[in-house]
């Protein structure tokens, strides 16, 4: 049975890596457990559960900064920020019921994982707001990182290192992001019926246009049929979601100028705050749109241009978002769930491959995270060795050999 741990405090939990390091065992490194299967799976011999380091910190509205402790649930920052108009934009996922968890994630697990929802593509990645951090390395050592302003660049930026590294380099105590102010208002325009190829180029187009959207998914027909959103499952059709935010005034021009430039390609319907925002919540938490739990569900990384063939090509169960840019794909877990395949098909084209959920065995069996060319492996083992040299914290979730 594996041992485990709950460190009420940074100085708990500087002791409890330490421990680890004297006697040699290796260490699961857990939040709320929503994302507990996003990765190759651990042999650990004791779990670190870092959910009681929890609660708001700082928060200072007119600065936009927030400092709260790793094991803070999102929905309790949301709801802080919320009520001073205020929210994480890069709209982080809520990735529970994609693994069948009724768990809400925390801030320390997004940041780890550098998860991004569909404003991604406006407002940049978890990584790009995260302002700094206290964190325990696998030396047991207690460090700091960053500050509490924008621009704190100087030497060896530890945050962006941090961020996407999945708690194999050092677990997290605290964390300081950048917030922004909530949209006054929210449109989507909804065109109905194109192919992929046309869904894309109009959604590449309207990106690269003067309209400022937050947001663009293209959901095939047997996808758009599983929303909960009235006008998006109605019309038995595709649809692409073109997402705009901002100022009344602005929106109302935005929105008015999209529809007149698009209007020829397709039906057009719009979307008001709340359908929109329960349109968008689907399409960054995945789960509603790709429900089959017992398909293995990837994530791949292409040019925008590329998606839609690559999804066409690859089968199953898909639907893009960040303007063709982000395939979501479910597929079948025989054999190696065509990891062969996908990835061949993505290194093609210059992109990259995760599978985000699956069964143990697939996960242990295949590469979760998209293969390394040989000079960026060496640097990853290479910083793996500088922030946990005996290999304590999370190792081989990533990759194998780290």
């Given at each position: 049975?594996?041992d485990?741990?709950r460190p ?10 330490a421990?680890?390091v004297e006697?040699g ?8 457990g929503?994302k ?7 042999q650990?011999?004791?779990q ?6 929890a609660?708001v ?9 927030l400092t709260v402790?790793?094991?803070t ?5 949301e709801?802080?920020?919320s009520?001073?108009?205020q929210?994480?934009a890069?709209e982080?996922?809520h ?9 809400f ?7 780890a994982?550098n998860?991004?929802g569909p404003?991604r ?7 790009d707001?995260?302002l700094?951090?206290?964190?325990v ?7 700091k990182?960053?500050?509490?302003v924008?621009k ?6 530890l945050?962006k290192?941090?961020?996407g590294?999945f708690g194999t ?6 964390i300081t992001?950048?917030v922004?102010p909530?949209?006054a208002?929210?449109r ?11 869904a894309?180029a109009?959604?590449i187009?309207?990106?690269n246009g003067?309209?400022e959207?937050?947001?663009?998914s ?5 996808i758009a049929?599983?929303?909960?959103v009235?006008?998006?499952?109605r019309p ?5 979601a073109?997402r705009?935010e901002?100022?009344a ?6 929105t008015?100028?999209?529809c007149a430039?698009l209007?020829?390609?397709a039906?057009?319907?719009e979307?008001h705050t709340a359908n929109?925002l329960q349109l ?8 509603a ?5 017992g398909r293995a569900?990837?994530r791949l990384?292409?040019?925008p241009?590329?998606g839609a ?11 893009l978002?960040?303007?063709g840019g982000?395939?979501?794909?479910a597929?079948s877990?025989a054999?190696d ?9 993505v290194?093609a084209v210059g ?5 985000i ?8 069996a295949?590469a979760?995270?998209h293969?390394?060319?040989?000079g960026?492996?060496?640097?990853t083992a290479?910083?793996?060795e500088?922030f946990d040299p ?9 990759y194998?050999?780290v």
């Open positions: 049975m594996t485990a741990c009420q405090s940074l100085a708990e939990l500087r002791d409890a890596i421990g680890s006697d065992r290796v260490l699961e490194v857990v939040g709320s929503s507990r299967d996003l990765g190759r799976p651990i650990a011999a004791r670190l559960d870092v959910s009681a380091i609660g910190r700082s928060y200072e509205p007119a600065e936009l900064v402790a790793a094991g649930s999102l929905p309790e920052i709801t802080l920020l009520a001073q108009n929210m994480l890069f982080p996922p990735f529970g019921a994609l693994y069948g968890s009724s768990a994630g925390t801030l320390g697990g997004v940041v994982c998860l991004s404003r593509i406006a407002k940049g990645a978890a990584r707001h995260f700094g951090a206290v964190a390395n696998g030396r047991g050592e207690v460090f990182a960053g500050g509490k924008v704190n660049v100087t030497g060896y930026d945050c290192v941090m961020a590294s380099l050092a677990v997290l105590e605290e992001v950048k922004l909530k949209p208002k929210t989507t325009v909804l065109l109905v019926g194109l192919n992929a190829t046309e894309t109009a959604m187009g309207a990106l003067p309209y959207l937050s947001g663009a293209y959901l095939p027909s047997q049929a599983r929303s909960a009235e006008r998006v499952r038995g059709a595709s649809v692409t073109l705009i901002g100022t005034v602005s929106v109302d021009a935005r008015k100028a999209v430039r209007s020829h390609l039906g057009i319907e979307l929109s968008w919540q689907e399409v960054r938490d995945v789960a749109l790709l429900p089959d739990r569900v990837w990384s292409v040019p241009s590329h063939e690559i999804a066409s090509a690859i089968g199953g169960d898909h639907f978002d960040w303007g982000l395939v979501w794909l597929a877990e054999g769930g065509g990891a062969a395949a996908i990835r061949s098909r290194d992109g990259h491959a995760t599978l959920r699956a069964a143990p065995g697939l996960r242990a295949v979760v995270f293969p390394q060319e040989a960026l492996s060496k640097l290479r910083i793996k500088g005996l290999r304590i914290l999370n190792p081989g979730r990533m194998a050999d």
